[in-house]
Structure formats: structure tokens, C-alpha cells
């Protein structure tokens, strides 16, 4: 067909060639019929068809055609007839030159196309809504591949943690002289926590409230005061006690000091300033992102499994629940509340608390 020097109508309709069409019809400037429909071509159009400055009539219909409609073909001044209809095509449909007369028709079958509504497609998306489109794969694919990823990460981190170095933390009794304990007084604490006002409280638990204080020496403090008419308070407060002063890992609430006589008991502890997860969970005010909650999961595992693998005797916590577990500013998690947490020693006998828990959140088993 190259060494033709004028051709002006080629019809190979209704026949069974494959392959991709030649861009070499657009070297035929003189044709001006050209119809391959109902062929097994595939491929996308070629860009020269709008060399085909003679061309009336365009049929490419009942093809596999795959790709955009070229907007080369608006450039054809002749055109009056095109066909493209049930093949694959997508993209925008061009909308000078003869687009501004074609019909529904010359486009049916085409699912993927887009444009004026009057060939019988939808609108095609702002360059915004294309954005909300990569964000929401974004959220739906990559971002938990990624916290996939991090939580395999961390999980190898506790197993190597846990096979290849075991801290053995100091006896109870020599831990307890070794932490630095400062004391605090009554009165100190009447002052910080302005005798106790509502104001001051951050919570009330089951044994007890807690209060916001400043130290005389300016650390922000949570204060938490045992409710000493129940019998449960002292066994909370020794038990709490006896677990937080012989532990030091940063995803656990440190207590700074106690204070104790036979009217008041009180635990001293780091004051965490965005509060409890409870809160940014369930507050509608509050929003955790995909990487925070991961990093959040992580905490908790790492404090956990210190607590388990890392002490010369293992802790159970037992009541593991979002209101105990504080976020700071840097949203790294802290697990706290150890009133019901069990030392576990060899003989049953000295274990040092009965299994409890809260309704929902009780560890089975333990």
C-alpha cells in the first residue's frame, strides 16, 4: 500500500485481521473513506489519523481498541462521519473541531470515556477529585502495607530482644534503696494540689482520685490518692507500690514518691500531658492517625513484654484498658495503674494479688 500514490477509499470491514493498525495510513493524504470495523485489531488509534487532512468518513467500530481517542483527529476539517464505538477506549473525549457535532453513537460501548454528557458519558474528574482518588488508594493500599510492615518490624525486635539479652533488673529490696526516692510531705501535697479541689482532678478509679499537683521544685505531677475506708485501697496501693518502684522502662508510668501514714496514702507519679487513650479514641475531638496507633500498639507490646521477660520476677498486669494506658506530648504510650497487677514468685503462696480485672478487659487465664 506504500507505493500507492493516490488512494481515497479503503474498506477492509468484516473481516478477521489482527495486529495493531499501521500508523502508515496517515501518510494517505488523498483518502477519504476509511472503514476497518468489526476486525480484531487492538492497540490505541494512531496520532497520524489526523494527518488525514481528506478524510469524510472515520469507522473503527467493533474493535479491541484500547487508549485514548486522539485529539489530532479535531484538526480534520472534512470529517463528517466517525464510528469508534464498542471497543475499549478511555480518557476524555476531544471536543473541537467535528466533536461538536457527532452524536451518543459514534461512542456507545465505551465504558472508561469521559466528557460532555451529550455523547451518553459521564462528567471526567477535576484534578481534585482525581487527588481524593490517590488518597483514598493511598489509605487503602500503601498505608497498611506500611503498618503491616512495622508491626513484622517490631515484633522481630521483641523476639531478638527477648532471645538475645535478658536485663535482669536488682532484687525488690535492693532496687528499693537504689532508685533515687525523694520525700514528699503531707503538707506539700495539700499545697500542690490546693487541698484537694475539683479543679485539680484528673480522675476518679475505683480506690481512688487522682490529682494534678506541681512540686515545689516545679515538676508537674499526678498525685493518686487512695480511698483508704475501702479495704481494696491498701491492697491496691501496696501492690501498686511494690510493682512501680522496682521497675524503670520508658513505655511505664514512673512514680516519683509516696506518702504514707495511718489517716492518707497518696502515690506520686509523672504527670502525662495528652491523657488517657480512652480519650483519643472515643473523644470526636480527638484523632489518631494509622502510624500513631501503630506506634501506639508497639508501646504497649514493648512495656508489656518487659514486664513479662525482663524482671528477675515477671509481672502480670491484668487490667489493660485504654483508660490505663496515657499518651504524651510526643504520643508515645505509657501503660500505669498497677493496683491489681501480680508479681509471680514460685510459690503460689506469695503471689501478691488475686486475679482481677475490669468487666471487658480482664486477661483470661492468668
Given at each position: 500500500m506504500k507505493k500507492l500514490d493516490v488512494i481515497e477509499h479503503i474498506?477492509?470491514?468484516?473481516n478477521q485481521i489482527t495486529g495493531n493498525i499501521s500508523s502508515i495510513i496517515g501518510a494517505f493524504e488523498s483518502l477519504s473513506y476509511l472503514d476497518l470495523s468489526r476486525n480484531s485489531f487492538h492497540g490505541d488509534i494512531p496520532q497520524s489519523f489526523g494527518d488525514l487532512k481528506g478524510l469524510d468518513v472515520l469507522n473503527l467500530s467493533y474493535y479491541n481498541l484500547f487508549g485514548i481517542i486522539p485529539k489530532s483527529l479535531?484538526?480534520?476539517?472534512?470529517?463528517?462521519?466517525?464510528?469508534?464505538?464498542?471497543?475499549?477506549?478511555?480518557?476524555?473525549?476531544?471536543?473541537?473541531?467535528?466533536?461538536?457535532?457527532v452524536t451518543a453513537k459514534s461512542f456507545l460501548g465505551n465504558i472508561a470515556l469521559c466528557g460532555n454528557p451529550i455523547f451518553g458519558v459521564p462528567l471526567c474528574p477535576s484534578p481534585s477529585s482525581k487527588g481524593s482518588k490517590l488518597k483514598q488508594s493511598l489509605f487503602k493500599y500503601f498505608l497498611p502495607g506500611i503498618a503491616s510492615i512495622i508491626l513484622c518490624l517490631a515484633l522481630v525486635y521483641m523476639l531478638r530482644r527477648h532471645r538475645e539479652?535478658?536485663?535482669?533488673?536488682?532484687?525488690?529490696?535492693?532496687?528499693?534503696?537504689?532508685?533515687?526516692?525523694?520525700?514528699?510531705?503531707y503538707k506539700e501535697i495539700c499545697q500542690v494540689t490546693n487541698n484537694f479541689c475539683e479543679s485539680n482532678l484528673l480522675g476518679?478509679?475505683?480506690?481512688?482520685?487522682?490529682?494534678?499537683?506541681?512540686?515545689?521544685?516545679?515538676?508537674?505531677?499526678?498525685?493518686?490518692?487512695?480511698?483508704?475506708?475501702?479495704?481494696?485501697?491498701?491492697?491496691?496501693?501496696?501492690?501498686?507500690?511494690k510493682v512501680l518502684r522496682t521497675i524503670r522502662h520508658m513505655n511505664l508510668v514512673k512514680v516519683i514518691s509516696t506518702c504514707s501514714n495511718p489517716k492518707f496514702r497518696a502515690i506520686v507519679l509523672q504527670y502525662i500531658l495528652n491523657g488517657s487513650l480512652e480519650r483519643w479514641l472515643y473523644s470526636y475531638n480527638y484523632c489518631l492517625n494509622l502510624l500513631q496507633r501503630v506506634n501506639i500498639l508497639v508501646d504497649v507490646a514493648l512495656a508489656l513484654d518487659y514486664l513479662h521477660h525482663s524482671l528477675s520476677k515477671s509481672v502480670v498486669y491484668c487490667d489493660l484498658k485504654p483508660t490505663n494506658i496515657l499518651v504524651d506530648e510526643d504520643m508515645v504510650a505509657h501503660v500505669g495503674d498497677f493496683g491489681i497487677a501480680k508479681i509471680l514468685v514460685e510459690n503460689k503462696d506469695d503471689t501478691h494479688t488475686k486475679t482481677l480485672g475490669t468487666l471487658g478487659y480482664i486477661v483470661p487465664g492468668t
Open positions: 474498506d477492509l470491514s468484516w479535531e484538526a480534520l476539517p472534512y470529517l463528517k462521519y466517525l464510528n469508534v464505538s464498542f471497543n475499549n477506549l478511555s480518557g476524555e473525549i476531544p471536543y473541537g473541531g467535528l466533536f461538536t457535532n539479652s535478658k536485663i535482669q533488673v536488682p532484687s525488690l529490696f535492693n532496687t528499693f534503696f537504689v532508685l533515687e526516692h525523694r520525700m514528699i510531705s476518679v478509679g475505683g480506690y481512688g482520685s487522682v490529682y494534678k499537683g506541681m512540686l515545689f521544685d516545679g515538676t508537674t505531677v499526678a498525685i493518686k490518692v487512695l480511698n483508704l475506708p475501702l479495704l481494696g485501697a491498701f491492697k491496691s496501693f501496696d501492690a501498686e507500690y
